[in-house]
């Protein structure tokens, strides 16, 4: 059974740092590129930041680069998700995405919840 399951969201005051973490099982983790998208009220999800299944070429959102930062760690089948200088407009449902690196398959996790107010 695959599992993606996030964690480390919470509320935090602007300028503030949070760290996701998705917890992967279930299929081989290092054959898939990992990302994390997000999903504000009202708005579309979109893509914040993408790694591939090596570790190599991490690529950001505009909006996030220079203060988010992914990873990854094959050994625990983990991703993350290192978010520095918060803002309310990182408001949002972020999802763990995983991907497979020779194919469309893909698996998304259920989401956690990042809420930026003073």
């Known amino acids: 059974q695959v599992q993606l399951v996030e964690s480390g969201g919470g509320l935090v005051q602007p300028g503030g740092s949070l760290r996701l973490s998705c917890a992967s099982s279930?299929?081989?983790?290092?054959?898939?590129?990992m990302s994390w998208y997000r999903q504000a009220p009202g708005k579309e999800r979109e893509l914040v930041a993408r790694?591939?299944?090596?570790?190599?070429?991490?690529n950001y959102a505009d909006s996030v680069q220079g203060r988010f930062t992914i990873s990854r760690d094959n050994g625990k089948s983990t991703a993350y998700l290192q978010m520095n200088s918060l803002k309310p407009e990182d408001t949002a449902i972020y999802y763990c995405?995983?991907?497979?690196?020779?194919?469309?398959?893909?698996?998304w996790g259920q989401g956690t919840q990042a809420t930026v107010s003073s």
């Open positions: 790694i591939s299944s090596v570790g190599g070429a991490p």
């Open positions: 995405h995983a991907r497979w690196r020779w194919g469309s398959k893909e698996y």
């Open positions: 279930g299929f081989t983790f290092s054959t898939y590129a």
